[in-house]
Structure formats: structure tokens, C-alpha cells
């Protein structure tokens, strides 16, 4: 097996990173109770709940198959960075622009990083996945897809959640 040059592990510092925001994001969101999870929990904040340390968990199973050479892994990361890093913990800036009040400065660094290293990272990713792929390396498309339907489901949920 030949060694995959270094711009096809670019994504990995890249997507580290954008794992970090989208951790730091969800501090902040729980710091300043965005959400009202006192009492009972409606079926989206149960869903919410239990997505978001299910996607820090699959981050890291993508991680560890992409660093054993499963290309899947790779793919995984892309769909993670792109659609649960850029767009639901990067979007948000919108309602809270910088200089966002709550919790400045670290509000606008967790939007505007994810907003800028989620897609970046997940380019990244696809070109590594890309760079992998010439070289005839099986997919395992379960991966990718298991980040989908996390990604997909986790954003329904907060589009469901009351913010208070």
C-alpha cells in the first residue's frame, strides 16, 4: 500500500478543529439556556439531547476509521463538518451576529469559526476521501450515511426544540 500524500490528510487538523467549535458551540448554547430542558422532555429535546453526544461519538469513529484507511470514515467527516458543524452550529449566527452579547467574545469565535472551518473542513475531507479513493480503496458507505441520518435527525430536532 503506497502512503497517501500529505494534502490527503489535510483534513484531519481541519476537522479536529471544527469538532472542537461544534463541542464549544453547544457549552455555550447550555451556558446561556438557549433551552429549557427543566421538567419533561418533549420527544425533539429528547432527540436533541441524545444526538448530540451521539454525533461527538461517530465524530470520533469516523476519525478512527479514517485513520486506518477506510475511506468511509473520511466521507463521514465531510457530511459532519459540512452539514453539523458549517450549518447547525455555524448558522446560528444570524440570530445573534457578532458582536453577539451573549457570552461575547466566545459566541461570535464558535459562529464564525464554524461557520468558516466546517466547510473548509469538510472540502478538506472530500479531497482526501477523493485522494484515497484514486488509489482504489473500497467505500464503506455506512459510515457517510450513519452521519447523514445523524446530522439530518439532530438539525429536525433543534428545528423542533423550543428556544427560550
Known amino acids: ?12 487538523p481541519l476537522a479536529i478543529l471544527a469538532m472542537g467549535l461544534g463541542v464549544m458551540h453547544i457549552f455555550i448554547d447550555a451556558g446561556v439556556r438557549i433551552f429549557d ?20 461519538v461517530w465524530f470520533v469513529t469516523c476519525f478512527l ?10 466521507l463521514g467527516i465531510a457530511v459532519l463538518c459540512l452539514l453539523w458543524v458549517g450549518m447547525t452550529n455555524g448558522y446560528p449566527i444570524v440570530y445573534c451576529p457578532p458582536t453577539c452579547k451573549e457570552a461575547y467574545p466566545l459566541t461570535d469565535v464558535a459562529h464564525l469559526g464554524a461557520v468558516i472551518v466546517g ?3 469538510g472540502l478538506a475531507a472530500l479531497s482526501g ?13 455506512m ?22
Open 1 to 12: 500500500m503506497k502512503p497517501i500524500p500529505w494534502h490527503g490528510w489535510l483534513w484531519l
Open 129 to 141: 476521501f477523493i485522494v484515497q479513493w484514486r488509489s482504489r480503496i473500497s467505500v464503506q458507505w
Open 37 to 56: 430542558l427543566r421538567g419533561d422532555l418533549d420527544s425533539a429535546e429528547f432527540v436533541m439531547v441524545l444526538g448530540i453526544p451521539l454525533i461527538q
Open 143 to 164: 459510515l457517510p450515511l450513519i452521519s447523514l441520518v445523524l446530522a439530518i435527525g439532530t438539525v429536525v430536532a433543534l428545528a423542533h426544540t423550543s428556544i427560550g
Open 65 to 74: 476509521a479514517a485513520t486506518h484507511r477506510r475511506v468511509g470514515g473520511i
Open 119 to 121: 466547510p473548509l473542513a
